[in-house]
């Protein structure tokens, strides 16, 4: 069950190091991030927080940031003019796991997303996380897609 | 190969009622599309046209619309801050397929996500497109994710 005391809100600015602490809290993103503040995490937030249409999303508990995912809602021509919701970048904290945090984040969302008209919301997850299958499934998500990634960085 | 005089731009507002035909060119699409412009379909149109993180982009042949898709560049915090490329709604006419006018068509995208300073493209695939699949690991996409759709509309 969700602690009652979660509180799930838009980002601030003094929460930007706990939100990449919690990046780095994860087998799979701790390669790729970097575990400190800089300016190209700065400039990132600020260009998120500058547009309607992203929403950098928190949870909070007992005064700690303990989750996190970007909201973005993305216009589009097919399915008659549909906009859909997208999530990328959900993280719960590695000890707080399995207790409905991340459920109440998607339901948060899930909830901005028919405020805002989306047909759909959709998320892609990375083929090694099985315990996010399920829990994506469990919340009525359907796997009807693959979700292919071209690299443009330089290895 | 591809046709030397296909022309790979962006669309321009005669050009809907030909990407609305392409929509419903299609086995899947043609479920959940209407068939002309309307007010849906220009208003869809309006908003992407007027934000510059949206390209909606299309290819031309003998003054003829073959091939759409939608570009969008998304920011984002996690991996480092990276701003990422992604292709939705990627048509290629039903009777001008395996000429490389999709290879074409991603190629153009990929060039644009590169000058955007993107780390990375992305799209996602209806399972049920097995010729698209080998179309996008050919081009050197990997399907490292599912992609999970939740569906807002009634029934």
Partial sequence: MTDPKLSIRSARQNDLAALIA???D??????????????????????????????LVVGELDAKIVATL???FLPGLSRHGAWRAQIEAMRVSSDLRGQGIGQAMLDWSIAEARKRGC????????????DAHRFYEQAG?????FGYKLSLETP
């Avoid at 799979?28 to 249409?53: C, H, L, W």
């Avoid at 997850?125 to 099985?130: F, L």
């Avoid at 998500?141 to 897609?145: D, E, L, M, Q, S």
């Fill in 22 to 24: 919690l990046y780095g």
């Fill in 26 to 55: 994860d087998d799979i993103g701790v390669t790729r991030e970097a575990m400190e503040p800089d300016d190209a995490y700065q400039t990132a937030f600020d260009t998120i927080q500058s547009d309607p249409n992203h929403v």
């Fill in 70 to 72: 970007l909201l973005s």
């Fill in 119 to 130: 047909a759909l919301v959709q998320l892609t997850s990375d083929r090694r996380r099985a």
């Fill in 141 to 145: 998500f359907a796997p009807t897609h």
